[in-house]
């Protein structure tokens, strides 16, 4: 055990009370201390104990692997946690309260607006039971609505216009179509066929053609079909001849092309016609080909003159035109 000894200290501000005001100490002139008076030292205390058997208090043990990091991380969550409890909720701004529910409603409509044309484009209820067909002339209506046979059973809202036209390309005839539907179960089908303008003799039958050339029926008696003959055909005057004569032939209303009886070219420049009355038609090329077609028909309506009939209608000039 440590011992009680008290360390003893001399003060300075005692020792200084034995001194006199001129410096030297109080009593004899020599600096003697008075007679019997006995400087004794002025004792200060300073006590050094040994540790009793009392133990400060021990630290709270922190677990082990815990770092410093962790330590301020938690008293971070903690004043957090108290700072957090002081903070105000304030009203959110109506302007984006306005704005999250337009957005809300705007995908919600959307959503029960896909699933109506989901259960629409799918239904069985929209499948195809008649195909109504129009504009048929060179074909009938039965041929049509063969061709489009697999389509039905098919929902309405998956037909499509290519669909149509891929099952329609081996029917020549037809030029365009547009369809239409008609819930809950018809699909309307439009024709728009080839025009035939001319016809072409192929061996003992004669071919109706268009301006394109493409061959659209047969007939073995020309007279029965009021289209004028391309002599020679696209065969035999040539691919350019036969598309300058047909084009000027598509030009035509169908009133005149009604009474012509044939058509020829010499050349691109040089195509004439002839009616079934034997008068001539010159035409000249196939330029300005519908200023010429109007003043060939109005023409045709001027009353005959049997005095001076008109063998030869000249519109190679559209607007001089020259009857002799």
């Known amino acids: 055990m440590a011992s009680a000894r008290r360390p003893t200290y001399t003060s300075p501000g005692r020792a200084q009370q ?8 109080s009593g004899g002139p020599s600096g ?29 043990k922190q677990p082990k692997g815990a770092t410093s990091k962790e330590k301020q ?5 903690s004043s957090g946690a108290a700072a957090g409890a002081n903070v105000l ?40 039971s008649t195909i109504s067909v129009s504009g048929t002339r060179l074909l009938t209506a039965d041929q049509v609505q063969a061709a489009l046979e697999p389509l039905k059973g098919k929902p309405l809202p998956q037909i499509t216009d290519e669909e149509v036209d891929r099952l329609l390309e081996p029917l020549i005839q037809i030029k365009s179509v547009r369809t239409q539907a008609r819930p809950p179960s018809d699909l309307v089908v439009e024709v728009r ?5 001319a016809l072409v003799k192929q061996g003992e039958q004669y071919q109706q053609v268009d301006v394109d050339g493409v061959q659209l029926a047969a007939t073995t008696d ?5 289209l004028p003959v391309i002599d020679g055909g ?52 196939a330029s300005e080909r519908e200023l010429k077609a109007k003043v060939l028909e109005a023409l045709l309506k001027v009353p005959a003159d049997p005095k001076n009939p008109v063998r030869v209608y000249d519109v190679s000039v559209p607007r001089h035109p020259v009857t002799r």
Not at 193 to 197: A, D, H, K, L, T
């Open 73 to 77: 991380g938690k008293e971070g969550q």
């Open 193 to 197: 066929e080839r025009v035939p303008v």
């Open 234 to 285: 696209a065969g035999t005057i040539g691919k350019d001849l036969f598309q300058a004569t047909a084009a000027v032939l598509g030009a035509l209303p169908p009133e005149v092309l009604a009474k012509l009886s044939n058509a020829s070219a010499q050349s691109v420049d040089a195509v004439e016609l002839k009616l079934v009355d034997g008068q001539t038609i010159v035409w000249g090329n």
């Open 222 to 226: 020309p007279a029965s079909v009021a």
């Open 32 to 60: 003697t201390p008075a007679p019997g008076l006995a400087e004794e030292p002025e004792v200060i205390s300073a006590s050094k104990t040994a540790p009793g058997p009392e133990v400060a208090p021990a630290r709270a």
């Open 89 to 128: 909720a304030f009203p959110e701004p109506k302007g984006r309260r306005l704005k999250r529910n337009i957005i809300i409603a705007a995908g919600t409509l959307a959503a029960v607006v896909a699933g109506i044309l989901a259960a629409a484009i799918f239904s069985p209820l929209l499948a195809v």
């Open 18 to 25: 034995g001194r006199n005001r001129s410096g030297h100490p």
